[in-house]
């Protein structure tokens, strides 16, 4: 359980730092610096949107449904723009995978609240948070090379690649999922020895 969850942290954040660089190598080497506060105005005002979508849509179609849909729009959407990246595509392409960065991190820490109780999740989730530094330690170390080799028009597909497996462990870490705890209203009496415990009634309501 631990460790899907751990790989899971892994993948995502690796997506995301990947994806991430290459947003910015494709922004910053075509425009100026001075842009990139426009671009965190758009990302703010266009996220607000899609985010209230997304909590809709979570509330209509099962968590396996919407992780599918959302997971297979985002690695197909990477590997199509991929070979598109010019002009006025690239502010785009950096306010997508913003997009595709946040919401991913949602699920990912939605599914790990589902998963574990408050208790565990004391104990464990800087264990599983750990998969992510894990992940920037080493991405971080083999990124350079990676593009000295391949070049920054890679990156896209291989961010794509990490999203895939990160889609593998998050449907591997459903299965853990909490049972719905049972609401007050629907309580039932204590039974022992396979016999309903007698309350007792108030005197002061019947005399």
Same mark, same amino acid.
């Given at each position: 359980?631990?460790?899907?969850?751990?790989?899971?942290?892994?993948?995502?954040?690796?997506?995301a $730092?990947?994806a991430?660089t290459?947003?910015?190598?494709?922004?910053?080497?075509?425009?100026?610096?001075?842009?990139?506060p426009?671009m965190?105005?758009a990302i703010?005002?266009? $996220?607000?949107?899609?985010?209230?979508?997304?909590?809709?849509?979570?509330?209509?179609?099962?968590?396996?449904?919407?992780?599918?849909?959302?997971?297979a729009?985002?690695?197909?959407?990477?590997?199509?723009?991929?070979?598109?990246?010019?002009?006025?595509?690239?502010?785009?392409?950096?306010?997508?995978?913003?997009?595709?960065?946040?919401?991913?991190?949602?699920?990912?820490?939605?599914?790990?609240?589902?998963?574990?109780?408050?208790?565990?999740?004391?104990?464990?989730?800087?264990?599983?948070?750990?998969?992510?530094?894990?992940?920037?330690m080493?991405?971080?170390?083999?990124?350079?090379?990676?593009?000295?080799?391949?070049?920054?028009?890679?990156?896209?597909?291989?961010?794509a690649?990490f999203?895939?497996?990160?889609?593998?462990?998050?449907?591997?870490s459903?299965?853990?999922f909490?049972?719905?705890?049972?609401?007050?209203g629907?309580?039932?009496p204590?039974?022992?020895?396979?016999?309903?415990?007698k309350?007792?009634?108030?005197?002061?309501?019947?005399?």
């Amino acid at each position: 359980m631990v460790l899907t969850f751990f790989f899971f942290s892994f993948f995502t954040v690796a997506m995301a $730092m990947v994806a991430k660089t290459a947003r910015d190598a494709y922004f910053l080497s075509r425009f100026e610096k001075s842009i990139l506060p426009l671009m965190f105005l758009a990302i703010a005002i266009i $996220m607000a949107p899609i985010l209230t979508y997304y909590i809709k849509l979570s509330k209509k179609l099962p968590p396996r449904v919407l992780f599918l849909m959302t997971c297979a729009i985002f690695a197909v959407s990477f590997i199509l723009i991929q070979p598109f990246i010019t002009g006025i595509a690239i502010p785009m392409v950096y306010i997508w995978v913003e997009v595709v960065v946040g919401i991913m991190l949602i699920q990912f820490w939605t599914f790990a609240a589902d998963s574990f109780e408050p208790q565990q999740a004391k104990r464990l989730f800087s264990i599983i948070a750990g998969g992510g530094s894990f992940a920037i330690m080493i991405i971080g170390m083999n990124l350079k090379p990676f593009v000295s080799a391949f070049g920054t028009d890679e990156l896209l597909f291989l961010s794509a690649g990490f999203l895939v497996f990160a889609s593998f462990f998050g449907l591997s870490s459903m299965q853990y999922f909490k049972n719905n705890p049972v609401k007050k209203g629907n309580l039932k009496p204590v039974q022992k020895n396979g016999k309903k415990k007698k309350l007792k009634t108030d005197p002061f309501l019947f005399g």
